[in-house]
């Protein structure tokens, strides 16, 4: 209601004022007639314009207004010899100036409709360079010249754009030959380069990867003129080196990993053989000196076999002492910045098997005890683990959720919607060399687990609200006032 009343008042406001100016306009054709009396009779010409000025400034009631007035003041002020002339001069003059003003509305629509489009041309324009403000753009003519390069292209090149104008484009681009794209006979696309990407050239000599996008238009002229479109490849390139960095280390990793675990299995396997063994060798011995059967060398060479079954021993000891995890030092991480770091590797995993990975690791409060490659390592053994499990499934769904879950501690598990793990499974699963993959080694979980005890948690599995297996852990949270 409020917001109608002022709308009728400007209605209102607006009718009056139209009014208005069509008596203002037909007195003033009034006026200018008086004025031409000397020259001679101008019964209706002089009301015209009154008319027009009105269609122009006002609405049609206005217009009306003034064409009736004209025709009244004609009427009473202008003898006209019969009613027969004095009817057919005032239908005529209404005639006329309805056309006349329609043409005026007409002209008027027009210059709105103008004002409207330059109005969205211009608001189209500004975005397009808002767009465009942060792309490198470099416009070429038909011989290959730089044209002109916007402030982004100038900043790339460390260029500025008048000294970059009139110059071959194949000086800050070695090996770009316009032909090819004059030639290419589309009018767009990406230029491809001989070594994969094109290098850029600054004027300190230094060359950054850079990949070109071209669009071909005629210029005013018809002459071919070229728009390049350039991305500094340059973060990629970093990012990419950055990752298989990350994936060779992973890999060291694993193969150190699979290995101490193979030795703590050995280990733990051969201890009780081992044991047994020399226990039985000892109790011979015994039983031949007591029976005083044998020799002093049958005795020593028992001695001997004992001695190299306690060596056997402590060989595999030392082997999972040096391989083992426990002793690591744990530093300050943050959660979330070791599992975004991983994001080209998972991502690899899963568009390996068409699994996309959601990761939803919370960033505040993330701070914790890790040693950053060995967290790493658990992830990406959980990752694949959940991948391989929804291979089957139509909307395959994995998803790496973490969150600070107290003061101290910060959960983070592996959900799927693969089949999960039944009860009477879970505790065979993390036993080494446990596996139900045709190539799988069985050795994924039970180093995890290792990993995950080393920082001082438990690796827990049980049933994910996705419906497949939710393997969790938690890390040790460093204090608040360190998270601040
Ligand atoms: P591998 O992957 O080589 O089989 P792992 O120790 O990583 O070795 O896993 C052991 C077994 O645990 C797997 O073979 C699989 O049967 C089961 N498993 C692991 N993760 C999942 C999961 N997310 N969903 C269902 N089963 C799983």
């Known amino acids: 209601m409020d917001s109608i009343l002022p709308l009728a008042s400007a209605v209102t406001r607006r009718r009056w004022s139209g009014i ?14 008086s004025l031409l009396e000397g020259l001679g009779q101008f019964y209706y010409l002089p009301m015209v314009p009154a008319v027009m000025i009105t269609a122009l ?9 003034a064409a009736i007035l004209s025709i009244a003041v004609n009427l009473t002020l202008v003898p006209r010899e019969s009613l027969t002339d004095a009817a057919t001069n005032a239908f005529l003059f209404a005639g006329v100036s309805w056309i006349l003003a329609e043409v005026c509305w007409a002209m008027r629509a027009m210059q ?21 403000a942060s792309v ?24 500025p754009e008048t000294v970059a104008r009139g110059r071959p484009f194949a000086l800050l681009a070695p090996g770009f030959d316009v032909e090819a794209i004059l030639g290419a ?21 230094g060359g950054f990867p850079l990949s070109i996008q071209y669009g071909l238009a005629p210029d005013a002229d018809g002459q071919p003129h070229i728009a390049l479109c350039l991305t500094d490849l340059s973060r990629w390139h970093a990012a990419d080196a950055q990752a298989r960095e990350l994936h060779a280390q992973l890999n060291k990793v694993w193969r150190l990993n699979s290995l101490g675990e193979m030795a703590a299995t050995l280990a733990h396997e051969l201890n009780q053989p081992l044991s047994a063994a020399a226990t039985y060798l000892h109790a011979s011995q015994v039983d031949m000196e007591r029976a005083g059967l044998l020799g002093d060398s049958a005795l020593r060479t028992v001695e001997l076999a004992k001695g190299q079954l306690l060596r056997a021993g402590k060989i595999i000891r030392r082997m999972r002492e040096l391989l083992s995890l426990e002793a690591r030092k744990l530093d300050s ?11 080209p590797i998972l991502n690899m995993i899963g568009s390996s098997k068409g699994v996309a990975i959601r990761m939803e690791v919370a960033a505040e409060d993330d701070r914790v005890q890790a040693e950053r490659i060995q967290f790493q390592q658990a992830m990406v053994n959980l990752t694949r683990n959940a991948v391989e499990a929804v291979g089957d499934q139509a909307a395959p769904e994995v998803v790496i959720f973490g969150r600070p879950v107290s003061a101290t501690h910060y959960r983070i598990s592996v959900e799927d919607n693969g089949p999960g793990i039944a009860d009477d499974q879970i505790e065979r699963i993390f036993q080494p060399l446990t596996t139900t993959k ?12 290792t990993i995950v005890e080393s920082h001082g948690g438990r690796l827990q599995v049980s049933r994910s609200a996705l419906g497949g297996a939710a393997f969790s852990f938690t890390l040790n949270r460093e204090s ?3 998270n601040a």
């Open 480 to 482: 608040s006032v360190e």
């Open 438 to 449: 045709s190539g799988g080694m069985g050795l994924g979980l039970s180093v995890t687990r």
């Open 20 to 33: 208005l100016l069509a008596i203002i306009a037909v007195a003033g054709a009034l006026g200018f007639r």
């Open 136 to 159: 490198p753009v470099v416009t070429l003519d038909a011989g290959g010249a730089v044209q002109s390069l916007n402030p982004a292209a100038a900043t790339l090149f460390d260029l």
């Open 57 to 65: 400034l006002a609405g049609r009631t206005a217009t009306a207004l």
């Open 333 to 343: 991480e943050r959660a979330s910045s070791m599992v975004e770091d991983l994001g």
């Open 185 to 205: 006979g589309a009018s767009g696309g990406a230029l491809e380069a001989r070594e994969g990407h094109w290098t850029g050239l600054r004027p300190d000599g």
């Open 112 to 132: 709105d409709r103008t004002r409207d489009l330059s109005r969205q041309l211009a608001a189209k324009d500004a975005m397009l360079n808002t767009a465009l």
